[in-house]
């Protein structure tokens, strides 16, 4: 299997809050997702059903997760910061299938979306897949923050 550049998101603490659940394909590597995916594709049912499950299993050790939402086709959430024990309980179950979900649909994640703009506005056209699209983006040596967060020069 070709392996992917991407980074799920990593757990970060803010307020005593960590989010958690979007694919940042920004470098680095997560250490082998790919050991706990499915064999067949996920679909949206089976990803939507497997996120339930996590998503019950935390609210029954009594860390419901906070800030729902879904940006693209990917469930985006957080917990307080002293839910990490149910999180690492919880999540195992859920990981195979939110990794290979997220790999999936991450051409149309809000970070690639920014991406293909910044490769738009730079005259260069943008590939049809992530790896492509990430390969120009190092080659044009594109500031990923500030093409994706505003931040920096260009």
Same mark, same amino acid.
């Given at each position: 299997?070709?392996?992917?550049? @991407?980074?799920?998101?990593?757990?970060?603490?803010?307020?005593?809050?960590?989010?958690?659940?979007?694919?940042?394909?920004?470098?680095?590597?997560? !250490?082998?997702?790919?050991? /706990?995916?499915?064999?067949?594709?996920?679909?949206?049912?089976?990803?939507?059903?497997?996120?339930?499950?996590?998503?019950?299993?935390?609210?029954?050790?009594?860390?419901?997760?906070?800030?729902?939402?879904? @940006?693209?086709? @990917?469930?985006?959430?957080?917990?307080?910061? /002293?839910?990490?024990?149910?999180?690492?309980?919880?999540? =195992?179950?859920?990981?195979?299938? /939110?990794?290979?979900?997220? @790999?999936?649909?991450?051409?149309?994640?809000?970070?690639?979306?920014?991406?293909?703009?910044?490769? !738009?506005?730079?005259?260069?056209? =943008?590939?049809?897949?992530?790896?492509?699209?990430?390969?120009?983006?190092?080659?044009?040596?594109? /500031?990923?923050?500030?093409?994706?967060?505003?931040?920096?020069?260009?």
């Amino acid at each position: 299997m070709k392996k992917r550049l @991407v980074v799920l998101a990593s757990a970060l603490g803010v307020a005593g809050l960590v989010a958690a659940g979007s694919v940042a394909a920004l470098g680095g590597a997560v !250490t082998n997702p790919e050991a /706990d995916t499915p064999a067949e594709p996920v679909t949206q049912r089976v990803y939507d059903a497997a996120y339930a499950e996590f998503r019950d299993c935390m609210k029954d050790a009594g860390v419901p997760l906070a800030g729902e939402r879904t @940006v693209g086709a @990917v469930h985006e959430f957080s917990y307080l910061a /002293d839910g990490q024990s149910a999180y690492d309980k919880c999540y =195992p179950d859920f990981a195979g299938v /939110d990794f290979q979900w997220q @790999v999936a649909n991450s051409y149309d994640s809000p970070t690639y979306v920014k991406l293909r703009e910044c490769l !738009t506005e730079g005259g260069v056209q =943008p590939g049809k897949d992530v790896e492509t699209v990430w390969a120009q983006v190092q080659a044009e040596k594109i /500031d990923v923050d500030a093409c994706t967060l505003g931040v920096g020069s260009n």
